[in-house]
Each structure stands twice: as C-alpha cells, then as structure tokens.
C-alpha cells in the first residue's frame, strides 16, 4: 500500500472486513492489517488466487479521517504473489 492514495482519506470509513489470498498455498502467508499503529487484524491467506467475499475476516474497525491503514505482511509468500481486499462501508 505503499505511495497508494486509498491508504488515507478525509472520510470517516467502517472497516468491515479483510480478505487475503494467493502464494502456492491457502494457510502459509499471514498480514497484520494496522489503523494509524494500532494492529486491528492478524489474518492468513484463505486461498490461493484472488479473494472473494467468502474469504472475508471481520475487523470491524471505524478509520478516523486522516488515520492510515496498512497491511504488514508478516510470513510472506513462497512463490506467489498475495492479494488483499478490504472491505469498506462508508
């Protein structure tokens, strides 16, 4: 998420959800997902591919207008590359 103009907004937004998938194997990846530098979710890929809605992990977290959020791939892929989706409401 690095240099990526979605990691920060003027808005209040709700965090429903995350989602990450892809490496050569559902399970061998985990990301720490961060508001500003508070850990609001520790997740593992869920598939390999890309993520869909049934792969979501609740969060349930309000983002404060002008907090960042990021995604610390802490147990990184094998082999493949890994996709998040975040879910927002708001």
Known sequence: MTGSVFKQSTQRRYL???ACAGS???GDSKVEIYKGSVKV??????????????HL???????EPNDEIAAKITD??????????????G
């Open 76 to 89: 990184a892929a094998a082999t493949n590359p890994l996709n998040l989706l975040l879910d927002f409401v």
């Open 41 to 54: 979710g520790e997740i593992f890929n869920a598939a390999t591919g890309f993520p869909t809605r049934d």
């Open 24 to 26: 050569a194997a559902a």
């Open 57 to 63: 992990f609740p969060v349930g977290e309000w983002i």
């Open 16 to 18: 429903r959800g995350v």
